[in-house]
Nanobody, 123 residues
Framework: VQLQASGGGLVQAGGSLRLSCAAS????????MGWSRQTLGKERELVAT????????YYAEPVKGRLTISRDNAKNTMYLQMNSLKPEDTAVYYC?????????????????WGQGTLVTVSS
């Protein structure tokens, strides 16, 4: 499976971005998927995950109510709608897929990672 993240860019605080993660190589409908982010000098942190069907989601506390994860299995693509962005959301965002289907912060263990897309939020 190859994952290609896109949609990052520069946005002012309070603005919005929509990230996409396109999968190729095989269908990802049997994978739980998620987004993580990383800033320089910090560990990668899990931001959000979505179940195989898209019916269940998980969000890290700092992004609840502002970010929305979704997927379209027919397009083999996952999304992250980012609203009310804050400077502290600035990071490289990575998409990932976990074949086990687990999606909680404790057991989401990706088998595949995308290359990352940079989100910069200016104050």
């Amino acid at each position: 499976v190859q994952l290609q993240a896109s949609g990052g860019g520069l946005v002012q605080a309070g603005g919005s971005l929509r990230l996409s993660c396109a999968a190729s190589g095989r269908t990802v409908s049997s994978y739980a998927m998620g987004w993580s982010r990383q800033t320089l000098g910090k560990e990668r942190e899990l931001v959000a995950t979505v179940s195989r069907t898209g019916g269940r989601t998980y969000y890290a506390e700092p992004v609840k109510g502002r970010l929305t994860i979704s997927r379209d299995n027919a397009k083999n693509t996952m999304y992250l709608q980012m609203n009310s962005l804050k400077p502290e959301d600035t990071a490289v965002y990575y998409c990932a897929a976990d074949l086990s289907g687990y999606m909680s912060s404790d057991n989401f263990t990706p088998d595949y990672w995308g290359q990352g897309t940079l989100v910069t939020v200016s104050s």
